[in-house]
């Protein structure tokens, strides 16, 4: 992984090494910082490196900004242009990914959300794939249960809830399996460790609403657009049960990160024949191109580095 050369680091620009922070930060200490991940896409016709849907997860960050009663000087435009300036800096011709966050950066003991202040800093890396078998990825559900919103919401992508994440993704893996699909306190599909999850079922692609303790994905909402106005089929957003799975015909995960993972088995049970779906298949062919502003019906997602 070869990491950024500059950040942004609390008001300005610095070499990356010297972006620390104390280790008596709030935000350190008590998991009261928010987040967000964001990918570039080099584009080699093109030559340029377009950032995707940057206004959309500046606008998610400054929401659990709000849940979380912190305020930065910034808009999605004003840290879409931090975003701009940090990547020519450093001249990047390559995939990477944006690590902003904002944070309690007052240091001191005692656990709250007011009369803190509130820092905002950002870095970038390279980055290639998130699960190493995104074509044909063994699944299993978690025996975690999604945090629910009145616990801490998942809907805000707060640091302090990836202990959560983190506790599903390690059990996965050590149990042998790629990724785990989270139920919530109700016992219905939620999402992944770092993902959100869709299935196929009778032609209808079927995705856990937003109220169903989900983190609201800018890879979810895009795949949503993609399948009906670029394939033609329907999408429904309703609560999913455990079973419903089983006998799924396509099942994938959308991140950031992730990009869109195919699942060909959970718990050892196939997923539709076993291989990846024409469904899917299609989804993530359209999906690269969409990122890499290859799709000009789409290019109003692409913000491009150093474009006009
Ligand atoms: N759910 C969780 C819990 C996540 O951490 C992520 C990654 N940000 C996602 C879903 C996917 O969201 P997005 O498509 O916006 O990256």
Request: negative net charge.
């Amino acid at each position: 992984m070869d990491l950024s050369k500059h950040a942004f680091f609390e008001g300005k620009f610095i070499r990356f090494e010297d972006a620390k922070i104390n280790i008596a930060v709030h935000g350190f200490l008590y998991g009261t910082t928010v987040f967000s991940g964001m990918r570039a896409y080099w584009n080699e016709e093109k030559k340029g490196l377009f950032v995707f849907r940057p206004y959309d997860h500046f606008h998610r960050l400054l929401d659990s900004a709000k849940i979380m009663s912190m305020s930065i000087p910034y808009d999605e435009q004003g840290l879409i242009n931090l975003t701009l300036e940090l990547l020519r800096k450093d001249n990047w011709q390559q995939d990477v990914y944006l690590r902003p966050t904002i944070y309690k950066a007052d240091m001191g003991i005692g656990v709250r959300l007011h009369n803190l202040r509130d820092e905002f800093s950002m870095f970038v890396t390279s980055f290639d794939k998130y699960l190493s078998n995104d074509s044909n990825a063994h699944l299993t559900f978690s025996s975690w249960r999604r945090i629910d919103d009145n616990s801490i919401p998942a809907r805000g992508k707060i640091s302090g809830a990836y202990a959560n994440s983190a506790l599903i993704k390690t059990d996965a893996n050590r149990a042998g399996f790629d990724e785990a699909i989270v139920l919530d306190q109700d016992g219905q599909v939620s999402e992944g460790s770092a993902m959100n999850f869709f299935m196929v079922r009778d032609g209808v692609l079927v995705t856990p609403p937003a109220t169903d303790n989900i983190l609201e994905g800018i890879t979810r909402r895009s795949v949503i657009e993609l399948a009906r106005e670029e394939l033609g089929i329907q999408v429904v957003e309703r609560s999913i049960d455990r079973t419903e799975v089983f006998i799924a015909e396509e099942l994938f995960m959308t991140g950031t990160a992730a990009q869109i993972v195919a699942a060909t088995k959970v718990d050892y049970r196939p997923i539709g024949d076993g291989v990846m779906g024409p469904i899917t298949t299609k989804l993530r062919a359209l999906f690269d191109d969409v990122v890499r502003a290859k799709h000009p019906k789409y290019q109003h997602w692409n913000v491009e580095v150093n474009g006009g």
